[in-house]
């Protein structure tokens, strides 16, 4: 029986690899992804994956090409495989409603956002902050797939606990920390971010990630403005039937 062939893509990762171990095949800064097929379409209509959340995760890893560690992605790089498994399924066309408008952007055309790459030379994801209001010097990392499931387990967990609890700031930021002071015990990283860590310094430590952080630049022009919003990312994006 001869061996039928798939077409694939190389996509460029905004990280450009540099975060990760050498020895890792993310440390090449791209990976391979093959076109959607009616298996992909399978994963995206089952009602299982929808209703526990991981339909977009499931598909990803089945379009993956490169052997991987699926949980070593950094979010920007899982990001940008995102967009590409969106146009290798239904195109570079995404049409969406904004403010009661109806757009559509080239999704082919999103590009990286721009990296600082004099912060990524040691290749080690983690780097230093000092919180401007008062002055502790902290370290902190880039969150990863697997960082991401660990919030998402433990705020299930204390919503079990407590139905109206929702500290998923604080729970982030408790993984996005790994030291305080030169302070490196969890117990004692948990307890700055409860009690000692004030606003002003969260959200300035936050604003520092995100300026920092590898990712895709899902942004755009609306007609008629100067300013960049947001694209949104409804159900249309990989269900454009909907």
Not at 51 to 57: A, C, E, F, M, S
Not at 78 to 93: D, F, H, Q, S, W
Not at 166 to 179: G, Q
Request: glycine share 4%; proline share 4%.
């Amino acid at each position: 029986m001869s061996e039928f062939k798939l077409p694939t893509e190389t996509v460029e990762l905004p990280s450009k690899g540099l975060l990760y171990p050498e020895d890792s095949e993310l440390a090449k800064g791209v990976i391979e992804m093959k076109y959607m097929t009616a298996k992909e379409e399978d994963i995206l209509t089952n009602q299982v994956y929808i209703k526990n959340g991981t339909v977009l995760d499931k598909l990803m890893k089945s379009l993956i090409v490169s052997k991987i560690n699926f949980d070593d992605l950094l979010i920007g790089d899982k990001n940008a495989i995102m967009v590409a498994a969106r146009i290798l399924g239904y195109g570079n066309e995404y049409s969406f409603n904004y403010l009661g408008e109806s757009h559509t952007v080239d999704l082919s055309q999103i590009e990286n956002k721009s990296l600082q790459e004099e912060l990524f030379i040691s290749r080690v994801n983690e780097f230093t902050f000092t919180l401007p209001k008062s002055k502790n010097t902290i370290t902190f990392k880039l969150l990863n797939h697997k960082d991401e499931q660990d919030i998402s387990r433990e705020l299930e967990g204390l919503k079990k606990i407590n139905k109206d609890s929702s500290p998923e700031l604080t729970t982030r930021l408790k993984y996005t920390i790994t030291s305080v002071e030169g302070n490196r015990e969890k117990k004692d990283i948990r307890n700055f971010v409860d009690n000692y860590l004030l606003a002003q310094d969260s959200r300035a430590l936050r604003e520092y990630i995100r300026e920092i952080q590898p990712d895709v630049d899902l942004t755009f022009f609306p007609d008629g403005s100067s300013d960049r919003v947001n694209i949104p990312i409804g159900v249309s994006f990989f269900w454009p039937d909907i």
